[in-house]
């Protein structure tokens, strides 16, 4: 629908090569800025040959010291004495290639910075700052996508310790796989054997079933629905999907990314309002692979599972759900659709 791009983009190379874009204005880094170097270390893809499926082997020898204070976050500016990831004094946007990439040869590893304030969250960032990163994802996911080693372009954020996420700083990632994951895969083959019976597209059907049922519709807005899915394994698990047939964030109009935007805030705060305490999640952009097949059964959808079932309970995956691949939800979707929607 429209190529645009928000923000104005400024791309830099480091000299190890990695690739720093500056989304928007930002100020030069300053002087003394000593760029850090790619980290030493080995990226392997092993084949599961009973899931059937890689799993990405990430060793990376961390000799290097390259901050002068490590204590100092490498997401920040940079600033006289602190040499970060973003080689620039301000910033609105950055997206820089991973310094322990778990993919090297095929494939890379994006992080995308949402701004130069240390503290902050989705839910807490400037609207016009989230509306501009949905649009740098979809610059990203389209740059991406053009490469011939890339077969899809992951879009993700996984948010608070609980999931592993050691830096405060508001970020998410990117994997740009040379394969299509799993998951995606098995959702796109039942897709494709919907159509094939002749019914469309399956997250159409599903989209339009929970609007008309509305028991677990949580906002509809610019064309643009969140909701529990009746079929939920997280608990208080959110998917966002544009109702009409979209596959990708390139797709979708200006005006219905900045839709999308505003419900993406308005999930992450009533997370955070939720138990009064910052939700830990972990956020999933679902759109086409890119390896230059037709995917008409491919639609947009941005999944969030947040891994607090209560103030103080977090949930685990289990032997259940990891052994067997069988999720016990505890509680209603329904209920907790009611939850939410008190809190949006
Ligand atoms: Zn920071
Ligand atoms: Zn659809």
Redesign the pocket.
């Given at each position: 629908v429209t190529d645009r791009v928000a923000a104005p983009r400024t791309t830099l190379t480091q000299p190890d090569g990695r690739h720093v874009h500056l989304y928007g204005a930002h100020r030069q880094a300053p002087e003394g800025y000593v760029a850090p170097l790619i980290s030493e270390g080995i990226a392997q893809r092993r084949w599961h040959p009973l899931r059937q499926e890689w799993v990405l082997v990430s060793a990376a020898r961390q000799t290097r010291t390259f901050l002068p204070d490590l204590a100092q976050c490498p997401l920040c500016p940079s600033l006289p004495g602190h040499s970060s990831e973003i080689p620039a004094s301000a910033f609105e946007l950055a997206v820089f290639d991973n310094r322990f990439p778990a993919m090297r040869d095929r494939g890379c590893c994006e992080v995308v910075v949402y701004t130069d304030q240390h503290e902050g969250t989705l839910g807490t960032l400037p609207p016009k700052r989230v509306s501009d990163l949905v649009d740098v994802w979809a610059d990203r996911y389209r740059e991406l996508s053009q490469r011939p080693d890339v077969r899809y372009v992951f879009i993700f954020e996984n948010r608070g310790e609980a999931v592993g996420v050691t830096l405060p700083h508001p970020h998410g990632q990117i994997y740009a796989y040379p394969f299509i994951p799993p998951v995606v895969r098995r959702e796109l083959d039942a897709?494709r054997r919907y159509a094939a019976r002749g019914k469309?597209?399956?997250?159409?059907?599903l989209?339009l079933a929970e609007v008309q049922a509305g028991q677990r519709l949580l906002i509809s807005d610019g064309g643009i629905v969140a909701y529990v899915p009746a079929y939920a394994r997280w608990p208080y698990e959110v998917h966002v999907?544009?109702e009409?047939?979209?596959?990708s964030l390139t797709d979708l109009s200006p005006s219905a990314r900045a839709a999308l935007a505003g419900i993406l805030q308005r999930v992450s705060r009533a997370y955070d309002r939720l138990f009064d305490r910052p939700m830990p999640y972990m956020m999933a952009v679902h759109q086409r692979p890119t390896d230059g097949r037709r995917y008409p059964?491919?639609?947009l959808r941005v999944e969030f599972y947040p891994t607090l079932r209560d103030a103080g309970k977090l949930k685990y995956l289990a032997a259940g759900e990891c052994g067997a691949g069988t999720f016990v939800a505890e509680g209603m979707p329904e209920e907790r659709a009611a939850s939410l929607r008190t809190l949006m």
């Open positions: 897709g469309g597209c399956l997250l159409c059907a989209v999907a544009p009409d047939h979209r596959s059964q491919a639609h």
